[in-house]
């Protein structure tokens, strides 16, 4: 679009910003491009025309708080080359209207990768495969893992919002992430500006999960943005073609809350392993709650998945709560509104590239070209580094590494899922209770003879005792009759450690990690003590305790035989026993 609708065209703001033509316009924002007289480069300014809506009275708190987030912003955008540069934030007073906070971005000159599938299309080019499409868009992984760190979700994610800068399938591609921002994290702030119909958080309902139609479902969040990414990830491999169709606000909304068929690869005719399903499979899933809690914990998986010579998993679905399940039941349809008028109510921002066409749009419903009949399952993008803020750099694959996990050990992926069991059935592993962890690495199986016997050859682990029938097996049976502390010694040798209780559970639940329950128990890191019934993220058990936790192993512990995946005994550190062993985990780096 071209336009003037604040009437700034030719005006300077700030003294240093000269306004040219506004190139986007939605219900929430206004987006100009203009030019930095002081340092003579293109810039967008981004104008939140919304917040004039706003009560008198509130807009001092709302621009305080705009100010504080766009600060958050500006932080972010410049640990992470992904996100749209974030340069200067203001408030604009123009006579007559009420005052506008806006946002001075860098300006990118490329194309939306929406156009760029579109062109691809047109050019009968082949769409990518999953390694290609994992190429592309892993700095927007790197990107939404960084911001879902600092409890910011974009709830937004779509190709639209996506900019490809240079040649899309050549190695020097940049991809960068808009409309962050400040519409979106405003909208509690703004429910009276949601009341007279000026959404400034609108959503695509073509990448929309349950719920963002629906609030039964809970809230959005980090969740939210693997949801859409996802569906892009799927889009990218179908060359263009979207993995919900239709032009209905109500349809859309049906089709993300059917439980009976998901918009997975398979499910749309692509070839993909069956790690590679599972993981879609759960990045796709209805309930909120059964989906990766965050960006970061679904590209690790997808990583993982990818490269079936390394990691051998499936992830589990955690149980639903009662109030999800019935919130995933059929509900009355809405009635049938056009997506465009949907669009304009909500107020969907465009941001600095510019709108794509009628015609263009219509091309995105063209056949695809066909795919190869395989998917490539050896990609070079890396899981996220765990813990890591993100450095500016000059490609986001700096944030990742080439191998996730240590040799021998597999990736585990996390997320939230129920820990214990209920009183009745074990006392010891009661009460059940909710753990958030982080994707992690764990050894597939126990540490064997041999391996324990090199590391004390190289001087880094004590001698074991040869009595009490301990040493018996040979050099690929697990280690038995070591305590606490030599367990703990021959990670740190290998600069890994000990699960901790409940990343030693959560495996119990994944394919590729061997020998759990059924062998010798094992030490993990934690202090023995009761569990707590509150729901806690990477618990790391309590602080003192009546010894070291053992998990697992025969029945030796009293457990019920379908319930070894939960037993737990508390034991003195300096036990040694031939039904103890060990593994070692570490975090995903």
């Keep these: 679009m ?28 206004i987006v100009y491009r203009a030019e930095n007289t002081v340092w003579k480069i293109p810039v967008a300014v981004k104008i939140f025309a919304a917040l004039g809506e706003a009560p008198a009275a509130e807009q001092p708190a709302l621009f305080e708080q705009f100010i504080q987030e766009g600060r958050l912003i500006s932080d972010l955008s410049t640990k992470c080359p992904a996100i749209v540069q974030a340069r200067d934030f203001g408030i604009l007073r123009l006579e007559g209207r009420p005052p506008l906070p806006y946002l001075v971005l860098e300006w990118l000159d490329g194309k939306s990768l929406d156009e760029v599938l579109v062109g691809e299309t ?38 639209e919002n996506m900019i490809v800068v240079g040649d899309p399938r050549g190695p020097e591609a940049q991809i960068k992430l808009l409309d962050f921002g400040i519409a979106k994290i405003m909208k509690r702030r703004l429910e009276g500006v949601h009341q007279t119909g000026i959404m400034p958080t609108a959503f695509t309902p073509y990448y929309g999960a349950p719920e963002q139609f629906s609030r039964a479902y809970g809230e959005t969040g980090p969740w939210t943005d693997v949801f859409a990414l996802a569906l892009v990830l799927i889009e990218v491999m179908q060359g263009g073609k979207r993995a919900f169709e239709g032009d209905d606000y109500a349809e859309l909304g049906r089709q993300a809350m059917d439980t009976a068929r998901r918009p997975t690869p398979r499910q749309l005719g692509l070839a993909v392993s069956d790690t590679v399903e599972a993981v879609f499979g759960r990045a796709l899933a209805v309930l909120p709650e059964q989906r990766y809690g965050d960006m970061r914990a679904f590209w ?56 794509v ?16 009949s395989g998917v490539a399952v050896t990609p070079s993008s890396a899981p996220l580094a765990a813990g890591a803020t993100g450095t500016s750099s000059a490609s986001a694959s700096a944030a990742v590494t080439n191998a996730p996990c240590p040799e021998g050990s597999i990736v585990v992926a996390g997320g939230r899922f129920t820990m214990g069991v209920a009183a009745e059935l074990f006392s010891a592993a009661a009460p059940e209770h909710v753990v958030n962890l982080d994707t992690f690495c764990l050894d597939r199986d126990e540490v064997s003879v041999a391996a324990y ?24 049976e697990p280690v038995s009759c070591v305590t606490h502390e030599e367990a703990a010694a021959y990670c740190a040798s290998k600069a890994m450690r000990l699960p901790t209780e409940a990343e030693w559970e959560l495996a119990t639940t994944k394919e590729g990690v061997r020998a759990l329950t059924g062998g010798v128990s094992e030490w993990v890191a934690d202090n023995f003590g009761p569990y707590g019934a509150d ?45 103890i062993g060990f593994r070692c985990a570490r975090a995903l780096e």
């Design 2 to 29: 071209t336009g003037d609708p604040l009437g700034l065209k030719d005006t300077i703001i700030d003294g240093k910003y000269l306004v040219g033509e506004a190139v986007g316009e939605g219900g929430a924002a």
């Design 122 to 159: 047109r050019a009968k080019r082949a769409p990518r495969l999953l390694d290609g499409a994992m190429r592309l868009l892993e700095p927007v992984a790197v990107a939404l893992g960084l911001v879902h760190e600092r409890g910011v979700a974009h709830r937004d994610i779509k190709p």
């Design 300 to 355: 690790a998986a997808l990583v993982g998945a990818a490269r079936p010579e390394n990691v051998a998993f499936v992830p589990a679905l955690p149980p639903p709560s009662p109030q999800l399940i019935a919130a995933a039941q059929p509900r009355p349809a809405a009635p049938r509104r056009s997506i465009v008028v949907v669009a304009a109510a909500l107020g969907v921002t465009l941001i600095a590239a510019a709108a």
């Design 357 to 372: 066409s009628a015609g263009v749009r219509a091309a995105r419903t063209a056949p695809v070209p066909a795919s190869s």
């Design 453 to 476: 016997d090199a590391c004390v050859a190289q001087g880094k682990c004590p001698k074991l005792s040869a009595s009490s029938g301990c040493r018996a097996g040979g050099g690929g």
């Design 535 to 579: 729901e806690q993220i990477n618990p790391c058990g309590p602080a003192t305790g009546a010894g070291r936790t053992v998990r697992g192993g025969t029945a030796s512990n009293k457990a019920p035989p379908n319930l070894l995946g939960r037993a737990r005994e508390g034991l003195p550190p300096e036990t040694r026993s031939p039904a």
